[in-house]
């Protein structure tokens, strides 16, 4: 009996030693878990600050000329304050690239200042989420829509002075060009477009080269659509809604929103 006994107090010390060791190698594994993610975090918010810095800069030296370049210019700003206040809420590695893809939207539109100017645009920022599927404006184009005209066109000018970088606005390809008005901003808003949208844009970009409507509405949103899907969404990132307000007053909520390419 006391040989059993023995044994038997041998086996629970075996029992907590074991126990123990596993709860030391948990704890080590959560500690270096931490510091992978603390670290991940750090190197996300220090190469959106390098963004973010670099569309500060473009924002202070830069002075708009015309309706067209001080319109991309009150853009740029408004991007870079709402990159700003992004980074400095961010917690996690997602947020952080949120943060940096505001201002690399914020690029989109100095670049687009620079042009209206006449202004050698510079090199071009880190491509933007959305923009290979975006496509942009290749021709004039001008439409009547309800009881409006609205113009598209590749390049500014007095008629067509709203930049929109391109991307995807309430699930739905927009292309990156010059706008004669700002059409996309209430589904920016709302997070979705009105019933009268579909006639808007089957008329405005329908057959038109390099917008992925060549072959009219449905086949351009079913492809942004579907590959928007794979890519996924900035937006949701972390579950924090990043877009914020870019305090335009009739700019609305930006977020959700994935810009493309200038």
């Not at 029992?15 to 992978?36: E, F, I, N, P, Q």
């Not at 830069?62 to 009150?74: F, H, I, N, P, V």
Request: aromatic share 10%.
């Amino acid at each position: 009996m006391g040989t059993l006994k023995a044994m038997d107090g041998v086996l629970l010390v075996l029992v907590v030693l074991v126990v123990v060791a596993l709860g030391v190698v948990a704890y080590a594994a959560m500690r270096a878990s931490d510091r992978r993610n603390t670290a991940a975090l750090e190197d996300a918010k220090a190469d959106a600050r390098r963004v973010i810095e670099r569309l500060g800069g473009q924002v202070i030296s830069l002075t708009g000329t015309d309706e067209a370049s001080k319109q991309a210019l009150a853009d740029a700003s408004e991007r870079y304050t709402a990159a700003g206040s992004q980074i400095e809420q961010a917690t996690t590695v997602k947020q952080a690239q949120l943060a940096k893809e505001s201002a690399l939207e914020g690029l989109y539109y100095v670049r687009a200042a620079r042009v209206a100017m006449g202004m050698d645009p510079g090199p071009e920022p880190e491509p933007l989420a959305g923009q290979r599927q975006a496509g942009a404006v290749t021709e004039d184009r001008r439409i009547e829509f309800e009881g409006r005209q609205i113009e598209a066109s590749p390049t500014p000018s007095e008629r067509t002075p709203n930049y929109f970088p391109g991307g995807r606005v309430a699930g739905r390809p927009v292309p990156a060009g010059w706008y004669s008005e700002p059409w996309w901003k209430p589904a920016l808003v709302a997070g979705a477009w009105g019933m009268g949208s579909l006639l808007l844009f089957d008329a405005l970009f329908s057959g038109m080269h390099g917008t992925g409507y060549e072959q009219g509405f449905a086949q351009g949103y079913d492809q942004g659509f579907d590959q928007g899907l794979e890519q996924g969404d900035f937006a949701d990132a972390g579950g924090w809604d990043g877009g914020g307000d870019f305090g335009g007053g009739d700019m609305g909520d930006f977020g959700g929103f994935d810009f493309g390419g200038f």
